[in-house]
């Protein structure tokens, strides 16, 4: 299977690509820098240099062209001001669903964040709140789209290794997760054709990353509230 990744050098991009590639999926990693080309190389990715917040549609349909599946993982990162949340939280989002609706690549799955879906709290410092829009308006703008998307809204993000169990609903998620988990999880969502359509919250957890994913998908199937 051939995948493309946007912001292929992001920390969840980058666990991510590594299980593709172990795997022997065709994983494709959309960069800004050049210089990041051979991190994703020794992690088996192929990486494309685009600065998704300078392309075209058309640039970015060139990169995803045959692929089966998009992943969306770029992000402006911690440092960026409320101007890049807008350019590149939600409109690069918005530029790889144009160009998989062009190319007819059909799934598409959002790595968004926990907040998302509701206006920021008042408390809230005037960069979070923009990030926390901008991923909203890039959910929303997704699920308005004819495509087999997954939106997955993980809670706070760690880096102490992966537990393999995690609670994925459609609950607001809160607490932690680990970016290893999160990585795991998009793979099996990847591999999971009925998860599209979910909106789905994920934090840590008791149950095994497979059946929860899979519990996902049946509970869609039997309207149990996770179909948004």
């Known amino acids: 299977m051939k995948i493309v990744i946007a912001g292929g050098h992001g920390q969840i991009a980058r ?3 590594r299980l593709l590639a172990a795997r022997g999926d065709s994983v494709v990693g959309i960069v800004r820098d050049a210089g990041h080309g051979s991190d994703l190389r020794a992690d088996g990715t192929e990486p494309v240099v685009c600065d998704l917040e300078k392309a075209s549609c058309d640039d970015v349909a060139a990169i995803v062209s045959g692929a089966e599946a998009v992943v969306f993982a770029a992000g402006a990162g911690p440092g960026s001001g409320a101007a890049r949340k807008h350019t590149v939280d939600h409109q690069a989002a918005v530029l790889l669903a144009d160009a998989a609706l062009r190319t007819g690549v059909r799934r598409y799955v959002m790595v968004s964040t926990r907040g998302a879906g509701s206006p920021p709290p008042a408390h809230a410092d005037d960069i979070w709140a923009a990030y926390v829009r901008a991923k909203t308006a890039a ?5 308005a789209q004819d495509l087999d998307w997954t939106v997955l809204r993980p809670a706070a993000l760690t880096n102490e290794p992966g537990t393999g169990t995690v609670r994925l609903t459609a609950e607001r998620s809160v607490g932690e997760v680990t970016r290893d988990d999160v990585a795991q999880v998009l793979v099996a969502l990847l591999d999971t ?8 919250e994920l934090a840590e957890g008791p149950v095994p990353v497979g059946e929860a994913v899979s519990y996902a998908a049946k509970a869609r199937t039997g309207q149990r509230g996770l179909h948004r």
Do not use: I, K, N, Q
């Not at 959910?139 to 699920?143: A, R």
């Not at 054709?193 to 789905?200: D, K, S, Y």
């Open 15 to 17: 666990r991510l690509g």
């Open 139 to 143: 959910d929303d703008h997704l699920m």
């Open 193 to 200: 054709p009925a998860t599209a359509g979910l909106v789905l």
